[in-house]
């Protein structure tokens, strides 16, 4: 499609939005662990009050009989299914939330047509299992291949296609409609695993963020130049990023140096650590300051979610590293465009090994 063509290449000059977008849904994912994790039951009260919310509609449904036709599968037998000579049975305590970062300018606004409403390029699923309150973050690529429903600028639907699924976001109004279609494109990536809400941040959201938190302290790995080429960040420097310099530092890079992106993705790496230490003492010690951090960022997101809500629900929740996992598969170039080709046996191994459970009995 000519909006695919045209969107993505301009996304290969340098790769900046893209990069950014994906720390933006890592903040996300800090954000929220660190929230479940230390925000007292004052929270959860403020929460009880409130209406109920689109993460309660979760997972009421098995996946459908789609994920029976891989070639190793059975067909579904009361809600078991058969998979390399075991019997594994959906887990019905699971809830799942789809993050999003999303490529757009400033605060979310209405696309001006239904094929601008930018892409997402980063894509997490937070998978919440509320028997054992534990949590696994999924990572999708942003050019994995999968159907994603087309449209035509005027909003008229055009055809369903395989296409890069950060597109599908593209197509809707920048707003909840995209937000919409996206989890559906991700749904049924997932052979219909059912998610429960969405949260999606605009990428400039992270600054806000930032700021509310009165900044991030970082020591600062490699000299770092603005747009005159002057050096404002020296190496070895103990600086507080704030403002322009926190997006500075996260997404700037020198061009003419050869692999300087993996420079850059150690800066991010670091900033994340210190970010979520930041956000682990505010809301340990001053509750209201990581919440506000959250507010700061508030007009740069979409939401199914009621976050509070969603906060209390999943204080104390365990996450750890090896509970991180990414859908399995391939980068090839396609006629014009790389693509993400999924490991599709590989993926039905990761699905039923975060979503279901043995039977032994």
Same mark, same amino acid.
């Given at each position: 499609?000519?909006?695919?063509?045209?969107?993505?290449?301009?996304?290969?000059k340098?790769?900046?939005?893209?990069?950014?977008?994906?720390?933006v849904?890592?903040?996300?994912?800090?954000?929220?662990?660190?929230?479940?994790?230390k925000l007292?039951?004052?929270?959860?009260k403020?929460?009880a009050?409130?209406?109920e919310?689109?993460?309660t509609?979760?997972?009421?449904n098995?996946?459908?009989?789609?994920?029976?036709?891989?070639?190793t599968t059975?067909?579904w037998?009361?809600?078991?299914?058969r998979y390399?000579d075991?019997?594994y049975?959906?887990?019905?305590d699971i809830k799942?939330y789809?993050?999003?970062?999303?490529?757009?300018q400033?605060?979310?606004t209405?696309?001006?047509?239904?094929?601008?409403?930018g892409?997402?390029d980063?894509?997490?699923?937070?998978?919440?299992?509320?028997s054992?309150?534990n949590?696994s973050?999924?990572?999708i690529?942003? *050019?994995a291949m999968?159907?994603i429903?087309?449209y035509y600028p005027?909003?008229?639907?055009?055809?369903?296609?395989t296409?890069?699924?950060?597109?599908?976001?593209?197509?809707?109004?920048?707003?909840?409609?995209?937000?919409?279609?996206?989890?559906?494109?991700v749904?049924?990536l997932f052979? *219909?695993?059912p998610?429960?809400?969405?949260?999606a941040?605009?990428?400039?959201?992270?600054q806000?963020?930032?700021?509310a938190?009165?900044g991030?302290?970082?020591d600062?790995?490699?000299d770092?130049?603005d747009?005159?080429?002057?050096v404002?960040?020296k190496?070895?420097?103990?600086?507080r990023?704030?403002?322009?310099?926190?997006?500075l530092y996260?997404?700037?890079?020198?061009?003419?140096?050869?692999d300087?992106?993996?420079?850059r993705l150690?800066?991010q790496?670091q900033?994340?650590i210190?970010?979520a230490?930041?956000?682990s003492?505010a809301a340990?010690?001053?509750?209201?300051?990581a919440?506000?951090?959250y507010?700061?960022a508030?007009?740069?997101v979409?939401?199914?979610?009621?976050?509070a809500?969603m906060?209390?629900?999943?204080?104390?929740y365990?996450f750890?590293?090896?509970r991180?996992?990414?859908?399995?598969?391939?980068?090839?170039m396609g006629?014009?465009?790389?693509?993400?080709?999924?490991?599709q046996?590989?993926?039905y191994?990761l699905?039923?090994?975060?979503?279901?459970?043995?039977?032994?009995?």
């Open positions: 499609m000519e909006m695919n063509k045209r969107e993505d290449k301009e996304k290969s340098g790769g900046i939005i893209a990069i950014a977008a994906t720390v849904v890592a903040v996300i994912v800090v954000l929220s662990i660190v929230l479940f994790q007292q039951a004052s929270a959860g403020k929460a009050a409130g209406t919310t689109a993460e509609v979760a997972v009421e098995q996946p459908s009989e789609a994920v029976t036709e891989e070639p059975e067909k037998q009361e809600g078991d299914v390399k075991k019997i049975r959906y887990n019905m799942t789809l993050f999003m970062g999303i490529d757009r400033g605060v979310v209405e696309a001006e047509d239904s094929i601008s409403g892409q997402s980063a894509m997490f699923l937070l998978v919440v299992d509320t054992s309150q949590v973050i999924i990572s690529h942003r *050019n999968t159907p429903d087309v005027d909003g008229s639907f055009n055809t369903t296609e296409m890069q699924i950060c597109l599908q976001h593209a197509y809707g109004d920048g707003k909840r409609l995209s937000c919409d279609r996206t989890q559906h494109a749904e049924k052979y *219909n695993i998610i429960s809400g969405y949260i941040m605009n990428m400039e959201g992270i806000a963020m930032n700021d938190l009165g991030v302290s970082v600062v790995l490699e770092i130049k747009s005159s080429g002057q404002v960040l190496k070895g420097e103990t600086v990023l704030q403002g322009d310099m926190a997006m996260l997404r700037g890079r020198d061009t003419s140096q050869y300087s992106a993996s420079g150690k800066r790496e900033y994340l210190n970010l230490a930041e956000l003492a340990s010690e001053e509750e209201d300051r919440m506000t951090a507010n700061a508030e007009p740069y979409v939401s199914s979610v009621d976050f809500s906060v209390s629900q999943l204080v104390g365990g750890d590293a090896s991180m996992y990414t859908v399995p598969g391939q980068v090839q006629d014009e465009l790389e693509e993400y080709i999924v490991d046996e590989g993926l191994d699905i039923i090994q975060v979503f279901y459970k043995e039977v032994t009995d």
